[in-house]
């Protein structure tokens, strides 16, 4: 396990370290960079905390987190399938 998450991320590093010059390709201006890498984090900070707290408070037969884990799933993969295809950041 832990050697497929090396691979993993030896793959998230090389994107990430390129992540500004994508940036730039899509159109952001430079002043537009830091706003845009906060996006993650801040989005995280927020929705973690409140998904968290749902999850504690309800109760279904498959168990707290999977509903949640599901959810996520199903809006992730079509977002991120079609983030390619977005003409503007």
């Not at 998230?12 to 010059?21: A, Y």
């Not at 801040?42 to 999977?66: A, C, E, W």
């Amino acid at each position: 396990m832990s050697i497929a998450f090396l691979g993993i991320q030896f793959g998230w590093s090389l994107q990430m370290s390129n992540m500004s010059s994508i940036y730039q390709i899509l159109g952001a201006d430079e002043s537009d960079i830091p706003i845009l890498w906060l996006g993650a984090p801040l989005t995280g900070l927020f929705v973690q905390p409140i998904i968290g707290f749902m999850s504690d408070r309800i109760n279904p037969k498959y168990g707290r987190r999977k509903p949640f884990i599901l959810g996520g799933t199903l809006t992730a993969v079509p977002v991120l399938a079609l983030m390619p295809f977005a003409r503007t950041i």
